[in-house]
């Protein structure tokens, strides 16, 4: 097993879908089409389901999971995720969520693939390191940091929980306002806005009828 990192979607989620329409021609009874789509960062809801299965171009035995999803000042979803990466050449790969939403918004994170095409418009690839997630920040990468937090959150998240998409810049606001709410009205008014921002984005994962589930590959 070894850990890999990168980006999920950015703060526009730019990608292209493909989906079947109806022919105009006689011999066919559809046509496929292209369509330009937006799944932005922003918009994935903070609470993930509690398992998300990583695979190969979304098909496939299941090859591992992600353990931790992070989105940053710069408006990027990154995940961290534990995988086989024995059946997988060198790369570059990238990741392509599996994705459920309604209307481009309140996205659910259902699965993650690896794949060396996605439809997710000028994301970077995915970093690997030689390792467990345990041991993986201690190996040099573009991801390192992202890894020693995804380490961290790991040993803090008990199994079954649901994954909480963690904003270290928002935190790290959170933390700063605490200790002034009490005596300055703007900290208090601030610091109840942001809590009230975090629990509506914690909105439970539905178990009713489904949104759009689409593949973002």
Not at 124 to 131: D, E, G, L, N, T
Not at 135 to 159: F, N, P, T, W
């Amino acid at each position: 097993m070894i850990t890999v990192a990168g980006c999920v979607a950015d703060e526009l989620g730019l990608a292209f879908t493909v989906e079947a329409v109806d022919s105009s021609h006689p011999g066919r009874s559809f046509d496929v089409r292209r369509r330009a789509r937006a799944y932005p960062a922003g918009e994935y809801l903070r609470a993930q389901p509690s398992t998300i299965p990583v695979d190969v171009n979304h098909e496939g035995p299941v090859i591992g999971q992600v353990a931790y999803l992070e989105r940053n000042g710069s408006g990027r979803l990154h995940a961290v995720a534990e995988i086989d990466a024995s059946g997988l050449d060198d790369g570059p790969w990238y990741y392509s969520p599996f994705i459920e939403h309604v209307e481009g918004r309140d996205i659910v994170l259902q699965a993650l693939s690896v794949t060396r095409t996605p439809a997710s418009i000028a994301l970077p690839p995915i970093s690997a390191f030689p390792a467990r997630l345990p041991d993986a920040g201690a190996y040099r990468g573009i991801h390192q940091d992202l890894v020693k937090r995804a380490a961290a959150y790991d040993r803090r998240r008990r199994s079954g929980e649901p994954h909480l998409i963690v904003d270290p810049d928002r935190e790290a606001r959170l933390n700063r306002l605490v200790g002034r709410r009490l005596d300055d009205p703007t900290a208090a008014l601030e610091y109840r806005m942001l809590v009230e921002e975090d629990t509506a984005r914690r909105r439970p994962i539905r178990h009713g009828p489904p949104g759009r589930v689409l593949r973002v590959s």
